[in-house]
């Protein structure tokens, strides 16, 4: 094969395509992960989009329009199409030209003049102007700031936000050099990158942002340093009780707070404190649809100095609500992967902030921050008589069909064999299935349903050792922290989500003993829908520089 030419190939319509046979095709990657989405992978084309958003992070990470179309010029088969560069060159442009500010307590929205004619612009302008200063500045009302910013960035003018902050309670806290457990502790080269990066942003008051680090790789003390540097009270947000209580355990373990410093807000505690950590869910309870949000005014009861929004990419649409009435406080999303599959990743952008470090999982695992993760995908074969009802049915039916493929268990059952001495997560979407695969290994069923208690007694056996297989719902999507699993079979999933085949796997990521090695096998049922989700699924990892070796099944794993 001739290789004189670049590894991509831009297209008018902002589309690339990756050849991933090149040989530069690693380091195309991770440019393209930078600047935009994987769409569609077939054979070795990898196909990718860029977005005024996508741009817009890239710039917020330290990218700049000259050095982007320099790189897309000298790597693309074709250039760079006139028509792709202009559109390019127009987004970028818009980054920067909107500002809002104080000026004698007046919050400003302030724009460049060369925007002046630009309607969608004016009209959002007009639209939230209380008066003007003159034709490129106007006074807004300061409780609206949030709504501007998520209003002018869905129209394609993102805002630069140097209104500045609240300052917040004060709290003496600092990180320790010795954990409580006795381990000698400092933040590795990336979170002090991560964190420098979000600070840098504060001290300028451009905005608070997320940063984006694989599972494993030590987001929450991203956020524990972040806390510690302004010695501010902090509110924390996360996804379940589970997650509420390891960032209690760190904060205790790795910095000078006690007890009564730490307030956990979920379940049937309420405590609030100038640390206060609550989970998402009790923030959007509500006991009907038509029903106030009753825990909401934990927004505003302290004045925070800091909101901690960890796994950001599941921050329902209330916070988001919410948020937008709070941007005077200073806010920091963590996430392992940016993806958000219900189109708020604008929203992400406007009220959280922009991506300001984003870590590759592949860089990670050579530097050995987490485990090496061998992905396969099994093809099973679906039983000639359900076929004939697969056939017949609905394409929503059809794919459950395929999901619940009672052959499955059968490769599980081989699987558990070839990793006998592993510890394994068997993971599903359906509860009949599930129910069925925990009789059948006569291993623990873990779903929403069981209670926090049992749930933290069940993974502490696992920990240790009586427990060797655990089966789990889409609980598993979650931040659960089993560092020592190092096998995870996904039986069935939600759809095509990119985002959940990434929160599974990244289940395996915390470091192991030996040769740092785990093992994530996807089973699919052959000749199916679900073969189709399950290339959307994997679009993530592979974007990330995984590859998932498929196997048809024929014989014994």
């Not at 902002?14 to 095709?25: E, F, G, Q, S, Y």
Request: contains cysteine; proline residues 3%.
């Amino acid at each position: 094969m001739n290789y004189s030419a670049g590894a991509i190939t831009v297209q008018s319509d902002l589309t690339i395509l990756l050849n991933h046979a090149h040989p530069d095709a690693a380091v195309a990657r991770e440019k393209l992960n930078a600047w935009t989405e994987l769409l569609h992978k077939a054979g070795t084309i990898h196909l990718y989009k860029l977005s005024a958003l996508s741009l817009w992070n890239a710039v917020s990470m330290g990218e700049n329009e000259r050095d982007m179309l320099e790189w897309m010029k000298q790597n693309s088969t074709n250039g760079l199409p006139l028509k792709a560069e202009a559109m390019i060159r127009a987004w970028l442009n818009r980054f920067g030209k909107v500002v809002l500010y104080y000026d004698k307590e007046r919050l400003i929205l302030a724009f460049d003049s060369s925007l002046l004619h630009t309607a969608p612009l004016m009209s959002l302008v007009h639209k939230w102007a209380v008066s003007s200063i003159n034709e490129c500045r106007f006074v807004v009302n300061a409780e609206d700031r949030g709504l501007i910013k998520q209003e002018l960035t869905r129209s394609g003018f993102p805002v630069i936000d140097q209104a500045g902050y609240i300052a917040g309670e004060d709290l003496p806290v600092q990180l320790r050099t010795t954990t409580r457990s006795g381990v000698s502790f400092r933040l590795r080269s990336y979170q002090q990158e991560a964190l420098a990066r979000w600070k840098h942003q504060t001290e300028l008051l451009c905005g608070s942002g997320v940063a984006v680090l694989p599972c494993g790789a030590g987001k929450t003390v991203v956020g524990i340093a972040a806390l510690a540097s302004l010695r501010k009270a902090a509110l924390i947000l996360t996804s379940s009780s589970t997650s509420v209580q390891q960032w209690k355990q760190e904060l205790l373990d790795k910095t000078t707070l006690t007890e009564q410093d730490i307030g956990v807000y979920c379940g049937r505690s309420k405590q609030v404190r100038p640390i206060t950590i609550a989970t998402y869910n009790i923030l959007t309870h509500r006991s009907s649809k038509t029903a106030d949000f009753a825990h909401m005014q934990l927004f505003t009861e302290r004045e925070w100095g800091i909101i901690i929004y960890d796994e950001v990419h599941l921050l329902p649409a209330p916070v988001f609500r919410m948020t937008a009435d709070i941007q005077a406080t200073r806010r920091l999303g963590l996430t392992a992967t940016l993806i958000r599959e219900d189109g708020c990743a604008e929203d992400v952008y406007s009220l959280i902030g922009p991506k300001l470090y984003d870590m590759n999982w592949k860089n990670a695992e050579q530097q050995q921050v987490i485990a090496e993760v061998h992905c396969t995908e099994i093809r099973v074969p679906l039983d000639k008589a359900v076929q004939m009802k697969y056939e017949k049915a609905g394409a929503r039916e059809k794919l459950r069909i395929a999901s619940e493929n009672a052959e499955k268990l059968t490769v599980v059952r081989q699987l558990l064999e070839k990793h006998a001495d592993k510890q394994t997560l068997v993971i599903g979407q359906y509860l009949s299935q599930l129910s069925e695969a925990a009789q059948l290994l006569q291993a623990p069923l873990l779903t929403g349903e069981v209670s926090h208690e049992k749930r933290q007694k069940i993974f502490d056996q696992f920990k240790s050792g009586p427990i060797r297989v655990l089966v789990l719902s889409k609980i598993a999507n979650l931040a659960v922290d089993l560092p020592d699993a190092s096998v995870a079979i996904q039986l069935s999933g939600s759809f095509g989500s990119r985002q959940e085949e990434a929160q599974r796997i990244g289940r395996l990521l915390r470091p192991k003993q030996g040769t740092n090695e785990a093992w994530f096998y996807t089973l699919v049922t052959d000749q199916t829908k679900e073969t189709e989700f399950a290339m959307k699924r994997q679009l993530f990892m592979l974007e990330q520089g995984y590859q998932y070796e498929r196997v048809e099944l024929k014989e014994k794993v």
